[in-house]
């Protein structure tokens, strides 16, 4: 069993930054995968970004990639995201996902273990 703990987000205004994390413990796989994902009310969890083991590879959704940074730290089990430039748009309950195949891609099946979540409020 994995755990993961977000933590990290909070209010802020339009424009500003924020970042989150996540730290995985237990039982963890070497080579695996970490992403992020959200869910605004009345709205399908998305694929925020992701990022492979080795970090040479990682994606992002199209309305983030030039905004939002995924960055991870092995040593820490500990995944980033660097939101700037956000918008009220953003606002959601950001989660991140552990995928044990590796998988840093926008489909949430292959993600085997979800935290909790951490709430990201944009003001306008």
């Known amino acids: 069993q994995v755990e993961l703990v977000e933590s990290g987000g909070g209010l802020v205004q339009a424009g500003g930054s924020l970042r989150i994390s996540c730290t995985a413990s237990?039982?963890?796989?070497?080579?695996?995968?970490m992403g992020w994902f959200r869910q605004a009310p009345g709205k399908e969890r998305e694929f925020v970004a992701g990022m492979t083991w080795s970090g040479g590879r990682s994606r992002y959704h199209d309305s983030v990639k030039d905004r939002f940074t995924i960055s991870r730290d092995n040593a820490k089990n500990t995944v980033y995201l660097q939101m700037n430039r956000l918008k009220p748009e953003d606002t959601a309950v950001y989660y991140c996902?552990?995928?044990?195949?590796?998988?840093?891609?926008?489909?949430?099946?292959?993600?085997?273990?979800w935290g909790q979540g951490t709430q990201v409020t944009v003001s306008s």
């Open positions: 237990g039982r963890i796989f070497s080579l695996y995968a």
């Open positions: 996902g552990y995928s044990r195949k590796d998988y840093s891609g926008p489909r949430p099946e292959p993600y085997d273990y």
